[in-house]
């Protein structure tokens, strides 16, 4: 295959890691960003559900789902006994990340998290389930998006018009002058 036969001009560099104690920390590392990573799938999952109930009038109960995921599910992570706790105190949680335990244990193991991707990159190796959860984490606590730039590429190729912070309207530029 292609990425077999990619030959050593796309081999990866990870002659950092021959030293056991940075290789014992990596390895630590990774584990934080495992569990950040999968709290964040959970956030996402249980997030949809909860959208589709308001949205559809399905009235779930998302403590309960967990506990019958963890019954009778191939999932039967003891985890999901923490995910139901959290809804349990906040039946309306709109996203387990904001639940303070959960967002306490993100927040402590962020900068682990962040120096898996960081290594991943700079080693040539793709994390995707890390950066896409990263940048889910990342977004989700912001007030606003960064979709500057792809309102102005919108623009730019398609006349779309783009919005602004300072002052309501939508507005086109000609980018060309």
């Known amino acids: 295959s292609a990425r077999v036969s990619s030959g050593p001009w796309l081999s990866l560099s990870c002659a950092e890691f021959a ?4 290789k014992a920390a ?13 709290v964040c799938s959970y956030a ?6 909860g959208t589709a109930s308001n949205r559809y009038g ?14 009778g599910c191939i999932i039967r992570a003891v985890f999901l006994d923490r995910i139901k706790k959290a809804f349990d ?5 709109a996203n387990l990340l904001l639940d303070a335990d959960f967002a306490h244990e993100l927040g402590e ?3 682990s998290w962040r120096r898996v991707v960081k290594v991943a990159i700079e080693s040539g190796m793709g994390v995707p389930a890390f950066a896409a959860s990263l940048a889910y ?3 989700i ?22 919005e602004r912070t300072d002052r309501p309207g939508a507005f086109h530029t000609e980018w060309a002058k």
């Open 19 to 22: 030293d056991p104690a940075k």
């Open 26 to 38: 990596l390895v630590e590392d990774v584990r934080r960003a495992l569990y950040c990573s999968k």
């Open 44 to 49: 996402q999952g249980m997030s949809l559900i």
């Open 58 to 71: 399905w009235n779930l109960n998302l403590g309960a789902i967990s506990r019958i995921w963890k019954g």
């Open 89 to 93: 105190k906040k039946a309306d949680l």
């Open 109 to 111: 193991r962020q900068d």
């Open 137 to 139: 984490y990342d977004n």
């Open 141 to 162: 606590r912001r007030a606003s998006l960064p979709a500057s730039l792809t309102q102005a590429q919108r623009d730019f190729f398609g006349a779309h018009t783009y």
